[in-house]
C-alpha cells in the first residue's frame, strides 16, 4: 500500500544535541509537509517543500531546517534541541499544494523528547 | 486569515447513540474543509473533505459532515456512535494561498461509552 512512513516512532535525544527526523513517501506526491503538534495541541505547520521549492513559516525557528533529497524522502533537522521542542513530529503530503481534490496524508508521526 | 473553531473541548456520548462534534470557519473566498481523527500517539487520519457540491459530505467509518454556510458551521456527525470511535477529532482549513497549510482547530476529544 502507498504510504507515508517516518522513522523512528519514538526518539530521545539530549538537550542540544542535533537531531534528524525522516519521512518517506512511497505516494509520488509533489508536496511535503512538516507539522509540530506538542502536547493536547493542534498541529501546526513548520515548513513545506514543493517539489525543490522549500517554503518556511515565518514563525518556524531557525534551529528547524529541512532537507528534501528527492521526491521520495524529507528530513527535519533540529539544530539544538531545547526542551520546549519536545512534541510529536508530523510529515504529511500531497499531490499539490491547491487544487479541489487534493487532501493530505499524514505518517504515524515520531514522538520526540529532550532529556 | 483563515481560521477554524471547535468549541467543545470534549464530547461524551453513550454507544448507540447519534454524536455531533462542532466546527465554524472563518475565511475568505471559498473554503476547503477537512476533518481528521487521531489516535493515541498516532498521525492523523483523513475522514472527509467539502471543497464544493452537496452540503452533506459523506466520508469515512460512517461519518458524514454538514456545511452550512449562512452559519459558516461544518460539523461532523454519525448516526451511531461505537466505543472505538473514542479519538481526538480535528477540524481544518486548507489555505490555498500559503501553500495549501492545513489550519487546524484546537481538536475536540470524543468519548463513547458503552
Known amino acids: 500500500d502507498a504510504m507515508v512512513i517516518q522513522n523512528p516512532r519514538y526518539q530521545v535525544t539530549q538537550f542540544g544535541k542535533p537531531v534528524t527526523l525522516s519521512c518517506s513517501q512511497t505516494l509520488n506526491h509533489n508536496v511535503m509537509y512538516w507539522y509540530q503538534q506538542k502536547s493536547s495541541q493542534a498541529p501546526k505547520l513548520l515548513f513545506h517543500?514543493?517539489?525543490?521549492?522549500?517554503?518556511n513559516e515565518a514563525d518556524t525557528p531557525d534551529n528547524f531546517q529541512s532537507r528534501r533529497p528527492n521526491t521520495s524522502f524529507c528530513f527535519l533537522d533540529i539544530r539544538s534541541p531545547g526542551l520546549g521542542d519536545a512534541a510529536m513530529y508530523l510529515c504529511?503530503?500531497?499531490?499539490?499544494?491547491?487544487?479541489?481534490?487534493?487532501?493530505?496524508?499524514f505518517g504515524p508521526g515520531t514522538r520526540l523528547t529532550v532529556t | 486569515a483563515q481560521s477554524v473553531a471547535q468549541p467543545e473541548d470534549q464530547v461524551n456520548v453513550a454507544e448507540g447513540n447519534p454524536l455531533t462534534v462542532k466546527c465554524t470557519y472563518s475565511?475568505?473566498?471559498?473554503?476547503?474543509l477537512f476533518w481528521y481523527v487521531q489516535y493515541p500517539n498516532r498521525g492523523l487520519q483523513f475522514l472527509l473533505k467539502y471543497i464544493t457540491g452537496d452540503n452533506l459530505v459523506k466520508g469515512s467509518y460512517g461519518f458524514e459532515a454538514e456545511f452550512n454556510k449562512s452559519q459558516t458551521s461544518f460539523h461532523l456527525k454519525k448516526p451511531s456512535a461505537l466505543v472505538s470511535d473514542s479519538a481526538l477529532y480535528f477540524c481544518?482549513?486548507?489555505?490555498?494561498?500559503?501553500?495549501?497549510?492545513?489550519?487546524f482547530g484546537q481538536g475536540t476529544e470524543l468519548s463513547v461509552k458503552p
Open positions: 475565511v475568505s473566498g471559498n473554503p476547503y
Open positions: 504529511a503530503t500531497s499531490r499539490a499544494p491547491s487544487g479541489a481534490n487534493y487532501e493530505q496524508y
Open positions: 517543500y514543493y517539489d525543490k521549492d522549500f517554503n
Open positions: 481544518a482549513v486548507r489555505d490555498d494561498n500559503q501553500g495549501g497549510k492545513l489550519i
